[in-house]
């Protein structure tokens, strides 16, 4: 399933899209984000599996648009640190 952490507002949709099948728990976007905003817990989305999952903090979730600011490239061409930081591509930004 897609977990969606982030929010809506005046201004636009501000969303980081998790695939959690496809997150597996490496742990590898954690150390990109240079903002600190992502971190490892339990997979709720799939207890039985017994893995960790990346989610976005629950402190920053209401906040990425301005976390993430610093961190977005000026060219939409360059890929974000925490997209590129993923291998299996499970990580995705509404904006
Ligand atoms: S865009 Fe940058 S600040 Fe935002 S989650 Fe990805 S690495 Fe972290
Ligand atoms: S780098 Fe990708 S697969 Fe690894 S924990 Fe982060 S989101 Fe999951």
């Known amino acids: ?11 636009g949709e501000y969303y ?3 695939d959690t099948d496809k997150c597996n728990g490496c742990g590898a976007c954690v150390p990109a984000c240079r903002a600190h905003i992502l971190e490892l817990r ?6 039985l599996a017994a893995t960790k999952i990346v989610v976005v903090k629950d402190a920053n979730r209401k906040r990425i648009k301005y976390d993430c600011a610093p961190c977005k490239p000026a060219s939409a ?5 925490c997209v590129t930081a993923c291998k299996p591509g499970a990580i995705a930004h509404s904006w």
């Not at 399933?1 to 201004?11: H, L, Q, V």
Request: overall charge negative.
């Open 42 to 47: 339990d997979n709720e989305y799939a207890p």
């Open 16 to 18: 980081i899209m998790l």
């Open 1 to 11: 399933m897609i977990a969606n952490f982030g929010y809506t507002d005046g201004s």
């Open 77 to 81: 061409a360059r890929a974000l640190r």
